[in-house]
């Protein structure tokens, strides 16, 4: 009989609020641990990345390049447009940009803060 093996998560925290997830996989009553990480979260809300409101706000009028005869709109709607925060209304496309850039370098921040790396915010403010 072939096992495929028991997949385990451990979580790790830093002293920093970093989590770290690491994988395990026991095979043949045997514990293999891949430590590559599988996600960080930076737990420190008010020290993270975030576009300037007013830079994002210069972008509200513009149209998006959607394409396609209106089907790149509906499928950006469908797809990756996310409610607000009043659970009533979707994301327009500068909102939908905003959410992404900022998430990207949060991840970005968050790893080179856990690797103290050194984070420059102004340098990454004119980067975004």
Known sequence: ??????????????????Y???????KHNKLYFNCSR???????GSNNFKLDREFVKEY???K????????????????????????????EWFETVERVVNGTYNMQKTWVDQFQLGWDNNKATKSA
Do not use: H, W
């Open 1 to 18: 009989m072939r096992s495929n093996g028991v997949k385990m998560f451990i979580k790790l925290k830093s002293k920093k609020g970093t």
């Open 20 to 26: 770290s997830q690491l994988r395990c996989i026991s």
């Open 38 to 44: 599988f996600y960080t979260t930076n737990l420190e």
């Open 60 to 62: 509200s009028q513009k």
């Open 64 to 91: 998006a390049p959607f394409g396609f005869n209106g089907l790149g709109e509906l499928v950006y709607r469908r797809t990756y447009s996310r409610l607000k925060e009043d659970g009533k209304t979707q994301e």
